[in-house]
Structures are given as structure tokens and as C-alpha cells.
């Protein structure tokens, strides 16, 4: 693995069924996120983890969950899906999450095209 | 509410110069980034401001004026390549990232 890797690729899911993205970094940072980005819109942040063992919700959390057990996994779990979580899903990782004052710049994987009919 | 606004599109001659603007207006300001993301790809980093002034990375240079709100990215000696949507996200009080909806360019030979 080199950076941060998605799967699956892309999925097209029933109304109603519970999905997990999965979501893998191997540069040992301590935050990471969720985001969906539709057509129009800028990034929207769904989850994040500031370090293993927290998260916290973003700005659209409603119907999506996530766990950061360890370092290098945080997946997203839809419950139960519906047809507006149609998106494309962002996985990102950081070094840092402005903890110690410093910003640094995110690492993005490849996304899953997600369809929900 | 925090809002950050760029042109929907913009079109360009290859080998020419280009501008993008940025407006924002957020609770808060820790730094600006600006990302290029290809059709069909992640996005990827391009610079990080947080001082005013100018920031200067090979073809690529960006701009920040804190007390207007306002960031730049230029680029010049365009090539086709740099067809993509670049993407601005000011970092607010809070450290979270808030992005604007992107403008894509389109460069034509």
C-alpha cells in the first residue's frame, strides 16, 4: 500500500441496505476524514478522527457513522441507505488536525462512486 | 454562514497566463489551500497560505490578502494538462477545512 487506499471502487446499492466504505492510509498520520463531494457543491465533511480512538462529525453527519479502532483504518458505514447519499466519497488523511497549532495538508485516496436506487 | 465563492469555469490558451479568485467568508481563518483535481480523480495539494503575500511554486504562484478575503492562484505558461477544477478551502477557527465548489478550467490549444 502507498497513501491511502478506498474500496470499493464504485457500488450501486439498494434503498435500505447497509454499506461500509472502507478506507486504509499507510503514512502512519493521526487525522483523518469523510467527505462527499456532489456536482455543484464543494467537499462537505461527513466524519473525522482527530487521532485513533476519537471522531467527530462534520457538517453533513446524519445517516453515516465511522470507527477509528487504529491508526491506519476509519471506515464509513451508511445504516441504512437512502437515494440523496448518491455521491462521490472522499477518504483524506493529515498529519495533524491543527492539535499543536500547525495545519497540514490532507492526502486524498482514490473515492468510491456510490449509487443508491 | 461561512461561504467561499469561485467562477463555476473558466476557459484559457494553452501557453497563456490564468487567474482564479477565491472569496471567503468564514468564523475564523487558519489558512488557505488550494487543491487541482482532475476529472475522475482525488484531489491533490497545490499551496498552503496563511501570510498574506504571494507564494510562488514553479508554474504555479498563490495569493492571499487576509483583510479582503481574497486568494489568487496563477498559472502560467498553461499546457494542457492543467485542465482540471482547482478547488480553494480556507481553514476556519475551528481547523476544519471548508471548500469552495471548485472552477474548472478549460484549456484550449
Known amino acids: 500500500i502507498a497513501g491511502i487506499t478506498q474500496a470499493p471502487t464504485s457500488q450501486i446499492l439498494a434503498a435500505g441496505r447497509r454499506m461500509t466504505l472502507r478506507c486504509t492510509q499507510d503514512?502512519?498520520?493521526?487525522?483523518m476524514y469523510w467527505y462527499r463531494q456532489d456536482l455543484g457543491l464543494g467537499l462537505r465533511l461527513i466524519h473525522y478522527?482527530?487521532?485513533?480512538?476519537?471522531?467527530g462529525k462534520g457538517e453533513v453527519p446524519d445517516g453515516y457513522s465511522v470507527s477509528r479502532a487504529n491508526t491506519d483504518d476509519f471506515p464509513l458505514t451508511l445504516a441504512s441507505a437512502v437515494p440523496s447519499q448518491t455521491s462521490v466519497y472522499f477518504c483524506a488523511s493529515s498529519d495533524s488536525r491543527g492539535a499543536s497549532g500547525s495545519v497540514d495538508e490532507q492526502f486524498f485516496g482514490p473515492g468510491t462512486r456510490l449509487t443508491v436506487l | 454562514g461561512q461561504n467561499i465563492d469561485q467562477p463555476t469555469e473558466m476557459t484559457a490558451t494553452e501557453g497563456a497566463i490564468v487567474q482564479i479568485n477565491c472569496t471567503y467568508q468564514?468564523?475564523?481563518?487558519?489558512?488557505l489551500f488550494w487543491y487541482q483535481q482532475h476529472a475522475g480523480e482525488a484531489p491533490t495539494f497545490l499551496s498552503y497560505n496563511v501570510l498574506d503575500g504571494l507564494e510562488e511554486k514553479g508554474r504555479f504562484s498563490s495569493f492571499l490578502s487576509r483583510s479582503k478575503g481574497y486568494s489568487y492562484l496563477l498559472l502560467k505558461e498553461l499546457q494542457m494538462k492543467d485542465s482540471a477544477s482547482y478547488l480553494c478551502?480556507?481553514?476556519?477557527?475551528?481547523?476544519?477545512?471548508?471548500w469552495g465548489a471548485g472552477t474548472k478550467l478549460i484549456i484550449k490549444p
Open positions: 478522527s482527530n487521532t485513533a480512538g476519537t471522531t
Open positions: 478551502a480556507v481553514i476556519d477557527s475551528n481547523y476544519q477545512l471548508i
Open positions: 503514512m502512519r498520520h493521526n487525522a
Open positions: 468564514t468564523s475564523g481563518f487558519n489558512g
